[in-house]
T-cell receptor, first 116, second 114 residues
Framework: DTEVTQTPKHLVMGMTNKKSLKCEQH?????MYWYKQKAKKPPELMFV???????INESVPSRFSPECPNSSLLNLHLHALQPEDSALYLC???????????????FGEGSRLTVL | AQSVAQPEDQVNVAEGNPLTVKCTYS??????LFWYVQYPNRGLQFLLK??????LVKGSYGFEAEFNKSQTSFHLKKPSALVSDSALYFC????????????FGQGTTLQVKP
């Protein structure tokens, strides 16, 4: 059982829709991550939040907007997506961002997004 | 630049036989090495890590990995494969002096046949 919870598990949206993905962890971790994963490919880092501040943005298009309301929650707001954005979106957490280098990431089960 | 290579897209083994999933890395500085497993339609699960110390690292589900500095390798092993081990395996590396970003290999699909 994962201790990182992501909702929804599946999401279908049109290119003009606005939707959000949500992630929650209660392990007291201070770093949270969004990854994008295409089928049978490695996860690609999108954003890192460290102590609720955006630490890394891997040049992600502005149609993806992250938000970290508190240390337990991480959102990814989606607007005007393209069909090529269809993927599995994974949330992860670690004790801290610096320790993410030596500490493992805990991943959620992912939100599978389909953009029509 | 840091990189990780998993030279095999797929590894096939018979149940009960030993398995090896290969990983080599290239980093400047001391590497932190990880193995993750992903079952179909699931997130990634941490298996084991090497930070420092003994070169043989034991992890979850009977897996182990051997760090070899001279060969810059971190191969995943298990003495006796189970059908339930069939999954996608990712090797990953990070460097303390870096931003802490994990670099993943391309992944290796392990197929264990009864």
């Amino acid at each position: 059982d994962t201790e990182v919870t992501q909702t929804p598990k599946h999401l279908v949206m049109g290119m003009t829709n606005k939707k959000s993905l949500k992630c929650e962890q209660h392990m007291g971790h201070r770093a949270m991550y969004w990854y994008k994963q295409k089928a049978k490919k490695p996860p690609e880092l999108m954003f890192v939040y460290s102590y609720e501040k955006l630490s890394i943005n891997e040049s992600v298009p502005s149609r993806f907007s992250p938000e970290c309301p508190n240390s337990s929650l991480l959102n990814l707001h989606l607007h005007a997506l393209q069909p090529e954005d269809s993927a599995l979106y994974l949330c992860a957490s670690s004790q801290s961002h610096r320790e993410g280098a030596s500490g493992e990431l805990f991943f959620g089960e992912g939100s599978r997004l389909t953009v029509l | 630049a840091q990189s990780v290579a998993q030279p095999e897209d797929q590894v096939n083994v018979a149940e009960g036989n030993p398995l090896t999933v290969k990983c080599t890395y290239s980093v400047s500085g001391n590497p932190y090495l990880f193995w993750y497993v992903q079952y179909p339609n699931r997130g990634l699960q941490f298996l084991l890590k090497y930070i420092t110390g003994d070169n043989l690292v034991k992890g979850s589900y009977g897996f182990e990995a051997e760090f070899n500095k001279s060969q810059t390798s971190f191969h995943l092993k298990k003495p006796s494969a189970l059908v339930s081990d069939s999954a996608l395996y990712f090797c990953a590396v990070s460097v303390w002096s870096n931003t802490g970003k994990l670099i993943f290999g391309q992944g290796t699909t392990l197929q264990v046949k009864p």
